[in-house]
């Protein structure tokens, strides 16, 4: 164990939200280091990732759909989890190859967060990755844990804090008391179900495919989950593949039925929330009413969401400052007390 901490004094430890939209890696001491998107290019039928193992991130994701025959552009990350074992591991190398750089000679001690829902055998994917990655050793915390962590709430008093992180992926709730997570609930609909209700949206009505960097430009544009502009809705053109003539065109559509096609996953998000209210301890529920309810995540920022939340649950609902960095910030705290709190993390070191 000392022989490790002297280890760590060589080796640039990090924090890694592997997101499924995007990943952030943060350095102790120097904060968020890298935000790119969780996007790989391969050779097709290969896992082969282009230009020497550097087509990832930005480069990749403006290949995502444009990309010939002859390429593969892949998110590896599917719901939160890892859905391409070999393509998550060619990310997470290039990822801490180009944070840790060739001048430290030691892998790094990386501290990794995951859905809190998900399983052991996704669990033990993450640690092998980051392991075959390059990482000396892994901790993987629950990402609204660390979302809590990284949004400043007063997780390790014994008042209840409550946290929705909304994601590309998965949307995490959370109770949080005493630094332990009270009642949690992880839902696979996030920001990735937005972009695929406005997919839907626009085939049903306009017998029109776009592709999911449109419809994400979309959801940032013009999407809301209540009314927020009042009487003038602000309205966008948008380009695709007329389904029926086969040839490019571009058609107008406006706010409001993009908040029309939204309301399904919305709708599951509110619900995930109120049943995890409905599970509180009594005591944790009353301290909800004055501490109310805080969000991250990226997906947190689409316009109305938190005034839909805080209307179905009564509560005051805040969005944490910069949502899209809490889960990375509450890695890089875990990092710093890494020696404090790694026997309640779980790591490669507890696998038989």
């Known amino acids: 164990m000392i022989f490790d901490s002297i280890l760590g004094l060589f080796s640039l ?15 102790k001491g120097q904060g968020i280091v890298l935000n790119e998107p969780s996007v790989v290019a391969v050779k097709k039928g290969t896992n082969r990732v282009l230009q020497n193992g550097n087509a990832v991130g930005l480069v990749a994701k403006e290949m995502l759909g444009k990309t010939p025959g002859s390429i593969s552009a892949i998110r590896p990350m599917k719901d939160g989890v890892i859905s391409d074992f070999e393509i998550t591991e060619a990310m997470l190398s290039y990822f801490i190859r180009r944070v840790h750089g060739r001048k430290h000679f030691i892998g790094p001690r990386v501290v990794i967060a995951i859905p809190s829902g998900i399983t052991a055998v996704e669990k033990r994917a993450v ?23 990284g949004a400043g709430l007063p997780v390790t008093e014994p008042t209840a804090s409550m946290i929705v992180d909304v994601g590309g992926g998965t949307t995490e709730v959370a109770i949080i008391s005493l630094a332990d997570i009270s009642v949690c609930e992880s839902v696979r609909v996030a920001g990735d179900d937005f972009d695929e209700a406005i997919v839907g949206h626009m085939k049903k009505t306009y017998n029109m495919a776009i592709g999911e960097q449109m419809a994400e430009r979309i959801k940032i544009e ?39 096609a939204l309301q399904e996953p919305i709708t599951q998000i509110i619900e995930a929330v109120t049943r995890t209210l409905e599970r509180a301890e009594p005591e944790l529920a009353a301290d909800l009413v004055e501490n109310g309810i805080t969000m991250a995540g990226g997906s947190s920022l689409l316009r109305g969401l938190a005034n839909v939340i805080s209307n179905a649950t009564g509560l005051e609902v805040k969005i944490a400052e910069d949502p899209l960095t809490c889960v990375a910030r509450g890695t890089s705290v875990y990092l710093e007390n890494l020696e404090l709190w790694k026997d309640t993390m779980e790591s490669d070191a507890d696998k038989t």
């Open 13 to 27: 430890d990090m924090g890694i939200d592997l997101g499924t939209c995007n990943t952030l890696v943060c350095v």
């Open 127 to 149: 640690l092998d990755s980051a392991e075959r990655a390059g990482a000396r050793r892994v901790y993987l915390v629950e990402e609204p844990r660390a979302a809590a962590i």
């Open 222 to 260: 013009i999407g809301s989950a209540a009314p927020v502009w009042g009487d003038n809705e602000p309205t966008m053109d948008v380009r695709g593949r007329d389904m029926i003539s086969g040839l490019p065109r571009k058609t107008t559509i406006t706010a409001g039925e993009i908040r029309e």
